[in-house]
């Protein structure tokens, strides 16, 4: 495909398309197949990858497609609309997503725009999902009903999280005032199928939570033949171009990261010197990928002796040393809490993650008292590079509970993709710039 020399705005082969009706029907294509594809399903906008997965994918069939298209019709194509549009296309159309994205879940916060559900299945799992769908707004659901399975008539409570809680003959009755439904994990099959059967016609949606937890969908793959159906779950892998990826984004990132936030640098290492003369760097040994030591680097949030007195606190606290942390901390100093706030003290680790000893986006790194604590699930999170940013960091920060907070650890680590990454490394923005939880 070759630029046309003789200054005629046409493609130059059979179609004699001018370039001027060319474009906007390929623009027109682009778009109509993105909503065609289900890019703007109201199931994956908010929260997820999978909206930006199918962008970059429909983005790439529709050129494929015209690229095809120019060959059996001898059409020659400008070089630069593959060069240039669909690159650009992609990124232009991933940032509006993004912006649409970020204004959705801003009203979501507010109580708008959300899906009013009744979550079905035994208590324990219900008040669960219930928990959860109000501290992820972004997923877009607003609980407003609740049918508990399996327990006494005679024990069942009237309201569960605030929620009334009806009977599943009663529940079958007021389907009309919810936009969905809600079936947890334990939910028994039969019951499943019935009140799957009970929506048929109905505009309420029904919504499953994965009984395998945590698994998220490019691991998964369905296979669906007459009589039986299987759900493939890969084996997570930790080896491979993907991680050769993320390390050539971690060097590059970290590169520019150093660069672009030189002038910060140094107004920070002014502040902390003028402050109380200490040491502007803190050191602290952590424990990495593997469980091998390593050495983070972090501006000084704290008092020069800070660390002498965290026994003492974490004793006062209750002994728990993993996620340890405590609001208004008394070791902090005032240009501390400020940094701490937006997040500035964890800039130096960008030379961290220069060395090879974290990741952009990965786990929480920790110290050796808090490895001591871990279950043994948890020490599938040293499988990882630890990172400066992670789903802890986008999903709540230190207002998480420690079991929560290893579970998305976790979560990461098994299912970590490249789009997912970014996804990471766009929303941690948005969280430094409106703190909340940093302490």
Not at 135 to 163: Q, W, Y
Not at 293 to 301: E, G, V
Not at 387 to 405: H, M
């Amino acid at each position: 495909m070759t630029l046309a020399s003789t200054g005629e705005d046409a493609l130059v082969g059979l179609t004699g398309v001018p370039y001027t009706i060319a474009a906007p029907t390929l623009g027109l294509i682009w778009l109509v197949s993105l909503a065609a594809g289900g890019s703007r399903n109201a199931w994956i906008t908010g929260a997820g990858v999978e909206e930006y997965r199918r962008v970059i994918r429909i983005s790439l069939y529709v050129f494929g497609g015209v690229a095809i298209f120019s060959y059996i019709l001898k059409a020659q194509f400008a070089r630069s609309l593959f060069i240039l549009l669909l690159p650009l296309g992609i990124l232009l159309l991933l940032l509006e997503r993004w912006s649409a994205r970020a204004w959705l879940n801003h009203a979501r916060v507010r109580g708008k725009y959300l899906t009013t559900c009744a979550v079905v299945g035994p208590e324990d799992q219900v008040a669960r999902v219930i928990t959860d769908l109000r501290h992820h707004v972004d997923a877009g659901f607003s609980p407003r009903g609740a049918c508990l399975i399996g327990g006494s008539a005679k024990e069942t409570p009237s309201e569960l999280r605030g929620v009334p809680v009806h009977s599943a003959d009663d529940l079958l009755g007021v389907f009309d005032k919810f936009e969905a439904v809600v079936a947890t994990e334990g939910l028994p099959g039969s019951y499943l199928r019935a009140l799957a059967w009970n929506l048929e016609g109905s505009p309420t949606s029904l919504v499953v939570t994965p009984r395998v937890m945590d698994i998220v969908g490019p691991r998964m793959h369905y296979t669906d033949t007459p009589g039986v159906s299987l759900m493939h779950v890969e084996i997570p892998q930790f080896t491979g171009w993907k991680y050769a990826l993320k390390r050539a984004f971690d060097i590059i990132f970290s590169i520019l990261a150093l660069i672009v936030l030189s002038p910060v640098f140094l107004v920070a290492a002014i502040l902390i010197k003028r402050e109380d003369h200490g040491p502007v760097i803190f050191r602290q040994e952590r424990v990495g990928r593997f469980g091998e030591p390593f050495t983070i680097h972090k501006f000084r949030s704290m008092s020069i002796n800070a660390e002498s007195k965290i026994q003492k606190l974490i004793d006062d606290a209750g002994g728990q040393a993993l996620f340890f942390k405590i609001d208004h901390d008394p070791r902090m100093t005032k240009i501390g809490a400020t940094m701490r706030k937006y997040s500035i003290d964890e800039l130096p680790q960008f030379w961290t993650v220069l060395k090879g000893d974290m990741s952009v986006v990965g786990p929480r790194p920790q110290m050796a008292r808090e490895v001591a604590e871990y279950l043994p699930a948890y020490k599938r999170r040293l499988l990882a590079k630890p990172g400066i940013t992670g789903l802890w960091q986008v999903c709540g920060r230190s207002d998480l509970s420690p079991e929560e907070g290893m579970r998305l650890d976790l979560r990461y680590v098994e299912n970590w993709s490249p789009i997912t990454d970014l996804t990471i490394v766009a929303k941690t923005v948005t969280t430094v710039l409106k703190p909340s939880g940093a302490y």
